[in-house]
């Protein structure tokens, strides 16, 4: 089950993080795996990565807040995996804190780019080419923050709302090409950025913090980059076939457990 022999892949942000996560998953169900990341040396790390697992794995660089690096960067993709591109998933973002006094239009404008048009650069790249090919799944990354009020998240969740929104309008407007678009919204996962906010934000706090930000979801920890790897294979897999336009929480129960 959840095979991706003879399919390929897109994996934007797929250098580190959620991405990588996801990359190294679907290079291990036998995908072919193509790595977006603006980062050239971690996006070639997890290339190495797969290859000496004996992967499939090709590291484009890109800027997805570019519509024409996307284009570009999306040819070349099509090229290295012989012609036919079957799933698309949308990890690359960046984060900003701050509630809505503390984000400036800059702020706002850098985090619009990455989160929100660069979504929309990738879609508007793949989803012409599922269409010529008999159709494709598409995953984006949302955010619990996209349908819950988060404390100093201004920004984000204006981002993370329009990519939740984006993807039902995908799913609505393609089905009939056989296209499928999902998101899935996660709570706190531990990822680099996550360590990096602490020690930069509570310098000699780094354990308490981490203990107290894990046991902000009820089920006591923070989610893991390969659980969320694991939900992004399952959608993108032929047994995820009757499943489209649909947002999957995968928080440890902060939205719907109360505490």
Do not use: W
């Not at 070349?76 to 998933?89: E, F, I």
């Not at 929100?116 to 949302?142: E, M, Q, R, T």
């Not at 996660?186 to 780094?206: C, K, L, M, Q, S």
């Amino acid at each position: 089950m959840f095979s991706l022999s003879g399919k390929a892949a897109i994996i934007t942000g797929g250098g580190s993080g959620i991405g990588k996560a996801t990359a190294l998953k679907f290079a291990q169900q036998g995908a072919q795996v193509v790595i977006f990341d603006l980062n050239e040396t971690q996006g070639a790390e997890t290339e190495a990565e797969i290859k000496a697992a004996g992967g499939q794995a090709y590291f484009v660089s890109v800027n997805v807040a570019s519509q024409a690096s996307v284009a570009a960067a999306f040819d070349q993709a099509v090229q290295l995996v012989g012609g036919r591109v079957h799933s698309l998933v949308c990890s690359a973002g960046i984060a900003h804190i701050g509630n809505l006094e503390a984000c400036a239009e800059e702020d706002f404008d850098r985090v619009f780019a990455v989160n929100v048009k660069g979504v929309y650069n990738c879609l508007k790249a793949v989803v012409p080419h599922f269409k010529a090919n008999g159709g494709g799944s598409i995953v984006n990354l949302a955010s619990i923050a996209s349908v819950v009020g988060i404390a100093d998240r201004f920004a984000y969740s204006m981002s993370k709302g329009a990519v939740l929104t984006m993807s039902l309008s995908v799913a609505r407007d393609y089905i009939s090409h056989g296209i499928r678009c999902n998101c899935i919204s996660p709570g706190r996962v531990h990822t680099p950025f996550v360590d990096n906010f602490i020690a930069n934000t509570y310098a000699g706090r780094e354990q308490e913090m981490f203990e107290a930000l894990s046991k902000s979801q009820p089920i006591g920890r923070m989610g893991t980059p390969e659980e969320m790897a694991n939900l992004i294979l399952f959608l993108t897999s032929d047994e995820a076939g009757f499943i489209t336009g649909s947002n999957y929480h995968i928080d440890g129960g902060f939205i719907s457990v109360k505490m």
